[in-house]
């Protein structure tokens, strides 16, 4: 992709040098403008990620101009509205799959460009409307088994185990510029290698009801329909050091680097089908072999070396009613594969109580690509470019995302050109890369805000309190690349932002109130820039009080109700109407608060 992708005039704006002080100017002046507006009225935001709804039903253009007067009614006065490739017609949808994904395509389909519907819908009924972008959301990890019809008729991406299918076409059409994995040799072609030995490892010494007697080795050459395999095999139980430290996805210690741990050595075969699983026959009783997922089952080599590769223990994200080792196939490095897993719980779910491998990691990130990548610079803006177009007031940006999903996250993030400006730096350390990428994406943000500055509109950033410190939640790693420094307080020193969002996802909302340093830090930077700060938050049991306290609180000037899907019900009719009493009552309090 070229310069061109980008409409001549907003290319010119956007590379002029005499462009940056006049964006500078009107960037202190809106920031002060807004500041001055935050103090005068409180606005309730609601934020709809519109592939929800859609999922729900054919959305029409009569449902969204029926959702905007029913958000307006709501006292609402902003509307974020999440892009996904809404003027190229949308991402790539598995349309055939079932009924929602139908819903899905037919939607965009119907309504040509959403994003432009919305806006246009959101101004009828006075309200602004934003567009809600996330640049590393190109390509959630919906997977389907290797060997599934399922794939062999929708897969479009590659990936240990399955065929990825839910994309932005640019990701299908370079699937290169995603974010890649270290150049190791983990990432080879294994598929001949033998495996000759299956260690089966508890998180801690104590004895387990499992023996030879009660295990089953199961195989599949195309991760679909598992038949169990009839194979001898010498059993050894024995009880070792640990060779590391395990913890589960949330970080909570299970074993101790060099504590004793009791292992179940299967061995005496040769094991070449791609697809290898372990369980048991228990159908009761309290199960108590267990430990993270990805630490369950080690692989040995003929040479008594242990074979990478990704797992299933368990866990589920998309297609969950399907996944089935006996009926369908499984989901490989989802993300949530650390979490605890019981080997001899009851396999009668086809998914609970079994841990499979597959040889070698994923060379890339399933969807997400790497700001390092200028050609991936280039597509960003030419995205928010296009947004632009459709007549949105503003611009959000996230970085959290969906197609990032990795056990191993700490693993990705060495794309060539990545490496080669680290060399160029002098170090080609883990500090010097995160740097390397932290300058990309901010360059990406500084490029966005002289594009949407040159257009008069505005720009807001989500500063994502969980991830945005030096000890974010373990199980909230999945849901960003690692190996990159975001330096949110660059984006606000340099006025990158018109606005900004705090958002949680893991933390309480207290922790914008209580002594947390990271949040009183982006609240008083924020407020010294006269940068209006925007609450946000999943709509829950406590959303109505939540909503009270921030906006009692003067340091905010905004509430985000997130998301519509959970709180308003399209109608057949294409009519629109509040499903959630919480909601309601946010409404009956913003009303009374005016």
């Not at 958000?71 to 017609?89: E, H, I, T």
């Not at 611009?395 to 693993?411: C, I, K, L, Q, S």
Request: glycine share 8%; proline share 5%; net charge positive.
């Amino acid at each position: 992709m070229t310069e061109t992708d980008l409409s001549r005039r907003d290319f010119h704006r956007l590379t002029g040098a005499a462009l940056g002080g006049m964006v500078a100017k009107t960037a202190a002046v809106t920031a002060a403008q807004n500041a001055q507006e935050g103090t005068k009225r409180f606005r309730l935001e609601a934020l709809t990620d519109f592939v929800d709804d859609a999922l729900k039903t054919t959305v029409t253009r009569e449902h969204i101009r029926s959702m905007m007067r029913t958000l307006c009614k709501m006292g609402v006065r902003r509307v974020s509205w999440a892009y996904y490739a809404d003027g190229r017609g949308g991402f790539l949808v598995p349309a055939g799959l079932d009924q929602r994904w139908r819903h899905l395509a037919d939607t965009y389909h119907g309504l040509g460009n959403p994003l432009r519907v919305a806006a246009e819908a959101a101004h009828e009924s006075g309200m602004e409307l934003f567009a809600y972008y996330k640049p590393y959301e190109t390509g959630p990890a919906v997977a389907l088994p290797d060997g599934s019809p399922e794939a062999r008729a929708f897969g479009r991406v590659r990936q240990r185990g399955a065929w990825l299918t839910w994309f932005d076409p640019f990701v299908v059409e370079n699937p290169h510029l995603r974010i890649r994995h270290k150049p190791d040799d983990t990432i080879t072609d294994r598929s001949n290698e033998k495996i000759c030995a299956l260690r089966l490892v508890k998180s801690d010494d104590a004895p387990t009801r499992i023996t030879a007697e009660h295990l089953q080795i199961w195989s599949s050459k195309f991760n679909y329909r598992y038949r169990p395999l009839d194979v001898k095999f010498s059993f050894r139980e024995e009880v070792i050091s640990s060779p590391r430290e395990v913890r589960d996805i949330n970080g909570t210690l299970l074993t101790k680097k060099n504590a004793p741990v009791r292992t179940l050595t299967l061995s005496s075969f040769e094991l070449t089908d791609p697809y290898v699983l372990v369980t048991t026959d228990f159908a009761g009783e309290p199960a108590d072999f267990a430990n993270a997922g990805t630490d369950l089952l080690v692989a040995l080599g003929s040479n008594g070396r242990e074979i990478p590769g990704v797992f299933f223990s368990g866990a589920r994200i998309y297609m969950a009613d399907r996944i089935n080792f006996r009926k369908w196939g499984l989901l490989f490095d989802c993300g949530y594969g650390r979490q605890k897993a019981y080997l001899d719980a009851s396999n009668a779910s086809g998914h609970q109580g079994c841990v499979a491998f597959c040889r070698g990691r994923n060379e890339y990130l399933p969807g997400a690509l790497c700001e390092t990548e200028p050609d991936v610079r280039r597509f960003w803006l030419s995205c928010i470019a296009e947004m632009l177009d459709a007549g949105v007031d503003g611009v959000d940006f996230r970085v959290e995302n969906h197609g990032t999903h990795t056990e191993y996250p700490e693993e990705y993030g060495f794309n060539d050109v990545v490496l080669a400006e680290s060399r160029r730096r002098g170090k080609t350390d883990l500090h010097t890369i995160s740097k390397v990428h932290g300058d990309a994406y901010t360059e990406f943000l500084q490029a966005a805000k002289r594009l949407i500055a040159a257009r008069g509109k505005q720009m807001r950033v989500n500063l994502n309190i969980d991830w945005f410190r030096p000890d974010p939640p373990p199980n909230r790693r999945l849901a960003y690349p690692a190996n990159i420094e975001f330096d949110w307080r660059r984006w606000v020193d340099e006025g990158l932002m018109d606005e900004g969002i705090l958002r949680m996802f893991h933390l309480p909302l207290s922790t914008i109130f209580g002594g947390d340093p990271v949040a009183k830090e982006m609240i008083d930077r924020c407020r010294k820039k006269g940068i209006p700060l925007t609450v946000n938050r999943y709509i829950g049991p406590s959303s109505a009080d939540e909503f009270d306290r921030v906006r009692r609180d003067s340091r905010f000037s905004a509430f985000i109700i997130y998301e519509t899907a959970s709180y308003l019900q399209l109608q057949p009719d294409g009519g629109c109407r509040i499903s959630n009493n919480i909601a309601a009552e946010i409404s009956r309090r913003m009303a009374r608060a005016k």
